[in-house]
């Protein structure tokens, strides 16, 4: 029998995808809740009226499946901490007996023994585990909190047991006196593999948090970008290549500025839910540029809404003629504050453009 490779599959069911607006993936933001206190966290809230606003387990199973019913395959659990959702094992076994495919987002603590049989028995397609320190230290400096010990105690057991394991690091101003020894901390476990986040998020207005306090330099932010490459190495790519795997092949040297609508294929073959089941085309999206309400107007209507959205959305003109538009997309979450303007941020496109360049660098070694 043929067999082919998930990771191409799930590319070409992409393809498709887009060519139909079928939303095949879906990211379930349970909660804005977490046991950690990240300072850099885009979502975390503290307000204690949350938990009352929270969608149920069975309102989070019935949007999902209204979501199943319209070609949803995949499905990402993620938070706050996805797994402090009261209902969290009730909406993960609701979406493995359905046979949707789930990656799961966590920062480990309570990635404990029983958790670890459970995802045993049912495997998640990868959990996502985000290391924030390399001791006690860091760990509080970045998170609030000494879960040092927890946190690498149960990563070791779940890459025991056999899970997918895949670590996060998301450098920050309050990492920088450790991010070194994070990445070289990480390399220790023997995960499948190890990524670095190239970019922080703006903060949502009701955290209180701002990118001035957590964000870095360019200079910070491409020294880490380059040591990261060095410690994980993988088969040189182009910026242009490495948007390609999730968001579809573009001719070569052609813009990744479309004339109406943006590239990326959030909004096009995937969707979010945010923790109060506003529905935008990633979990990021600025609100004031798209966003629907459905469990107000349903499933089908807000994946409509979201789909034409981003399909007329006007890039900014200056994008069209920027020296970089072979090698970036514009994005509307790194241009938070004037994205409902179609307007650019300056030091987010310089990041974008030093990004592309060190992967320039990469490729011709």
């Not at 979406?95 to 990656?103: D, T």
């Not at 998640?124 to 860091?138: A, F, H, K, N, R």
């Not at 968001?247 to 479309?258: K, S, V």
Request: charged fraction near 25%; glycine fraction near 6%.
């Amino acid at each position: 029998m043929k067999t082919i490779n998930y990771n191409k599959f799930i590319g070409e069911a992409m393809k498709k995808a887009r060519e139909n607006d079928t939303p095949i993936s879906g990211s379930f933001e349970l909660t804005p809740l977490c046991n950690l206190d990240c300072k850099m966290c885009y979502i975390h809230l503290t307000d204690p009226t949350v938990k009352e606003r929270m969608l149920t387990g069975d309102e989070w199973i019935t949007l999902m499946d209204q979501a199943i019913a319209h070609g949803m395959m995949t499905a990402l659990l993620t938070g706050g901490e996805a797994m402090t959702h009261p209902d969290f094992r009730k909406i993960y076994m609701y979406l493995i007996e359905q046979g949707v495919s789930v990656r799961v987002k966590t920062n480990g603590i309570l990635l404990n023994s029983d958790m670890i049989d459970l995802f045993t028995e049912y495997p998640p397609y990868i959990v996502d585990v985000s290391l924030y320190g390399c001791d006690g230290e860091s760990y509080k400096a970045v998170t609030g909190h000494d879960a040092f010990e927890t946190v690498t105690k149960n990563v070791r057991a779940a890459i025991e047991a056999g899970l997918h394991i895949q670590l996060k690091i998301t450098p920050s101003a309050y990492m920088l006196p450790w991010v070194d020894q994070v990445m070289e901390y990480a390399k220790t476990f023997g995960a499948e593999d190890v990524s670095v986040n190239a970019m922080l998020m703006e903060a949502n207005p009701d955290t209180d948090r701002r990118m001035e306090d957590f964000g870095m330099s360019l200079e910070e932010n491409a020294r880490i970008h380059r040591r990261s490459r060095e410690l994980f190495p993988r088969t040189p790519k182009s910026q242009e290549e490495e948007e390609s795997e999730f968001m579809g092949e573009i001719p070569e040297n052609e813009p990744h500025i479309l004339p109406s609508g943006l590239y990326c294929n959030g909004g096009r073959t995937g969707f979010a839910m945010n923790w109060d089941g506003t529905m935008g085309p990633c979990l990021d999206f600025p609100r004031d540029v798209i966003c629907a309400d459905v469990k107000t107007i349903g499933f089908e209507k807000a994946w409509q809404e979201v789909n034409g959205g981003v399909k007329s959305y006007t890039v900014p003109e200056e994008c069209h003629t920027c020296s970089h538009n072979t090698k970036c997309h514009y994005c509307p979450t790194q241009h938070k504050e004037v994205a409902a303007q179609h307007l650019c941020n300056s030091a987010s496109c310089a990041w974008r453009k030093l990004q592309a360049d060190i992967a320039e660098e990469y490729l011709a070694k």
